[in-house]
């Protein structure tokens, strides 16, 4: 856990109007309480609530990642990192929306990535040493693992500019595999053209990371499994 | 309509910055979302009531309903002398008042901080309350660490088998960043910070949020959440020189407090969502330090007689497992659910005073119109063990700490109640009390109870005609420790007989 917050008050500020904005719409739709007209939403399938409850989980992870590097690495990864975060969590409000819109939970109940037909699961990549008992209910192609996270707050300078991104293009590769699934099985097209976008922007991200990793002269890490 | 006596006048101008701080507090404090997913198990027809308390010799009872600070009693100023019942003061240390919830420890207590009394308080950071002459608590100690500086909200926890207190840095509402973990087992007058960098009394950042936290019962996880985005995150706590973070997620719209259960095996997270509830999560993962962890859904379960879940605490019953679940707005009150079938929590009871019951919603905008968002609402609700509890003790805001006896939870009643006295005119003072601080007074709890066609947003001060207490207290044999916003750290004695213990 190795972040310093340059400002803080920033943060503080952003945070502060999305609260604020947050109570304002509890007071527009307290006193009528929003009528929802089911027969006006699409209908959501399996692979449709189950990416969005995974790919919720997958984007908050490099949520975390950006966050943890914001002040510590150079400034063309910074402008890349915070790209990334904002982009992320901007989709992960999206999903949020969806998800209440069809009265499906948040977080699931079983293991991850059931709605990809054919999954076998993997972990991403250095489980040696943890309790990795995981790779068998399905952990999502991509993500670091809790150590790999905590390497990312211990290192500096161009070693940690490195492992920043090699850390975010194997989770933005993973990512891939999930948005190719959700983009050819959804039922909603709203999610199959979602899937298209975050694809498509994760692809732009990956070509940035890849050109500055390769000027740091370092290797992309390998996507398990 | 004019509400008691306005407070002090030094503080009538204010700067810009401050207004800001606390339109950021109370949209925190609330926060309440869009609509969550299904409900499981809320029964209708359960029942609220809990009889009143008998209250013995020493008393000073109160004059209204039960847990009413009457308008009247606002105005006269006899809310200035507290109400108390079956329970008398032993020692009370209020100091510059204190920020949410409190801790203690021993014969110590530790006062919450607002991130404003970083600047502004003559001793700024973490309280500590020597109480160990009850005649004369003095001020031992102050912690300053990012952590215990950047207002800890309901953040700052004991852990009182491994005697450790921790504290997130929660700034406006919804921080992380630091956390402080000190021993207070050696000697809790002076806590030694344990994770400083090299000694000193800085710690490394880190990302995860930060508005509530709790220890598992096993010591070794320190669990926080935060309120945008349902964040969540778990800190490994094996080493405390070296806090880890071993999980990070988003688990909902708007996470409340938290809670573990005895085996770390499940969290119970709040929610600050419409409707109000509690969900229940698996967190093995998380208890086993697996390399890739999640949290699975085990259930939600949700209300509408009460709004921003406050949080849920886990106990047994003759062998049968329950959790209590208290709302922190909405006059939610508390409530027991059966978790013998944790995928399908069934309610067993409820737990109102009479001034929350539906039909006296007038008297509660009437009497708390001028005091602030919270008005008579549970916040922290604590029990004198976990296992066959006899005894439940809240922290009930304006209506002061509260005790039940609840060995048969079906059949709750009240057998004390201390509200201390209002602290009106003292706001100068006060500068570390999240109460004190807010610097309009605008009533929020009835949002969705009281039509909103009524009087106009009141933006002025708050009138102080009664305290917040927020504190979970703690049972310490026939005492009860505990923190109220504007008087400070306080240590209760029952009377009477009345703790069946």
């Not at chain 1, 009528?35 to 790919?55: N, Y």
């Not at chain 1, 943890?130 to 693992?145: C, Q, V």
């Not at chain 2, 669990?223 to 349902?230: E, F, H, N």
Request: proline fraction near 6%; charged fraction near 20%.
């Amino acid at each position: 856990m190795t972040w310093t917050p340059r400002r803080p008050g920033r943060v503080f500020s952003a945070v502060a109007f999305t609260v604020i904005g947050a109570v304002a719409a509890l007071l527009l739709t307290a006193a009528g309480a929003l009528p929802r007209d089911r027969e006006r939403l699409p209908a959501a399938g399996p692979v449709d609530i189950g990416f969005s409850q995974d790919m919720i989980v997958h984007h908050q992870q490099a949520v975390t990642m950006a966050q943890a590097v914001l002040g510590r690495v150079s400034p063309s990864v910074a402008q890349l990192a915070t790209g990334v975060e904002l982009n992320q969590i901007r989709e992960i409000g999206q999903m949020q929306g969806w998800l209440n819109l069809w009265d499906a939970p948040q977080v699931s109940s079983g293991p991850a990535m059931t709605w990809m037909s054919g999954h076998q699961g993997h972990g991403g990549a250095d489980d040696s040493g943890a309790d990795d008992s995981d790779a068998d209910d399905g952990a999502m192609p991509g993500l670091a693992s809790v150590d790999e996270m905590n390497r990312l707050g211990e290192l500096e300078g161009d070693d940690l500019d490195a492992y920043f991104l090699q850390l975010m293009i194997r989770h933005h590769e993973g990512g891939l595999v999930m948005t190719a699934a959700a983009a050819r099985d959804a039922t909603d097209p709203h999610v199959r053209a979602f899937a298209v976008i975050i694809a498509t922007e994760q692809r732009q991200e990956t070509a940035t990371m890849s050109g500055l990793l390769s000027a740091l002269g370092r290797e992309p890490l390998p996507l398990s499994g | 309509m004019r509400a008691g006596e306005p407070g002090g006048r030094d503080l009538r101008q204010r700067t810009r910055v401050r207004f800001g701080a606390a339109l950021v507090a109370i949209a925190a404090a609330v926060s309440p979302a869009a609509a969550g997913a299904g409900t499981a198990g809320a029964a209708a027809g359960v029942s609220t009531a809990v009889p009143r308390a008998k209250c013995g010799p020493g008393s000073s009872a109160e004059t209204g309903l039960q847990g009413q600070v009457p308008l009247a009693d606002r105005r006269s100023g006899r809310s200035r002398q507290g109400y108390r019942c079956n329970l008398e003061l032993v020692s009370r240390y209020q100091g510059q008042g204190q920020g949410t919830i409190g801790a203690s420890y021993g014969k110590c207590q530790y006062l919450g901080t607002i991130l404003p009394s970083a600047v502004t308080a003559k001793r700024p950071g973490v309280n500590v309350v020597d109480m160990s002459d009850p005649r004369k608590p003095r001020l031992s100690d102050s912690l300053l660490s990012p952590a215990t500086l950047g207002g800890t909200w309901e953040t700052l926890k004991v852990h009182p088998g491994r005697g450790l207190l921790a504290a997130v840095s929660v700034g406006a509402a919804t921080g992380g960043f630091f956390v402080s973990v000190y021993d207070v087992k050696t000697d809790c007058r002076h806590p030694r910070l344990l994770n400083g960098v090299k000694g000193t009394k800085l710690t490394m950042p880190g990302a995860f949020p930060g508005h509530e936290a709790s220890w598992s019962p096993d010591g070794r996880t320190y669990w926080t959440t935060g309120l945008l985005g349902g964040a969540i995150a778990a800190l490994d706590m094996t080493d405390p020189r070296k806090p880890k973070v071993v999980y990070n997620g988003l688990t909902g719209m708007v996470n409340h407090g938290v809670n573990v259960s005895p085996d770390g095996n499940r969290v119970y997270v709040a929610s600050s969502s419409i409707p109000a509830g509690i969900v229940i999560f698996d967190s093995s993962d998380i208890q086993r330090r697996k390399a890739h962890p999640r949290l699975r859904r085990v259930s939600e379960t949700t209300w509408r007689d009460g709004i921003v879940s406050q949080y849920a605490l886990p106990f047994t019953d003759r062998g049968r497992r329950y959790m209590v679940a208290v709302d922190e707005l909405g006059s939610g009150g508390a409530r027991f659910f059966d978790l013998s079938d944790d995928r399908r929590p069934r309610l067993v009871r409820k737990l109102k005073l009479e001034i929350n019951r539906p039909e006296n919603v007038k008297a509660r905008v009437a009497d708390l119109a001028r005091n602030g968002i919270f008005g008579y609402d549970s916040h922290y609700c604590t029990l004198d063990r976990t296992a066959d509890p006899t005894t439940m003790a809240c922290g009930w805001a304006q209506s002061g700490i509260r005790v039940f006896d609840i060995r048969d939870l079906r059949k709750p009643r009240e057998i004390a109640y201390y509200n201390p006295p209002a602290q009106t005119g003292r706001r100068a003072k006060l500068v570390n009390s999240a109460h004190a601080f807010v610097p309009f007074g605008g009533y929020f709890s009835d949002i969705l109870n009281a039509t909103p066609d009524g009087q106009p947003l009141y933006t002025g001060e708050t009138d102080m005609t009664a305290d917040w207490c927020m504190s979970p207290p703690r049972f310490d044999g026939d005492r009860l420790w505990v923190a109220c916003d504007d008087n400070g750290a306080l240590l209760l004695r029952f009377t009477n007989g009345v703790h069946p213990r």
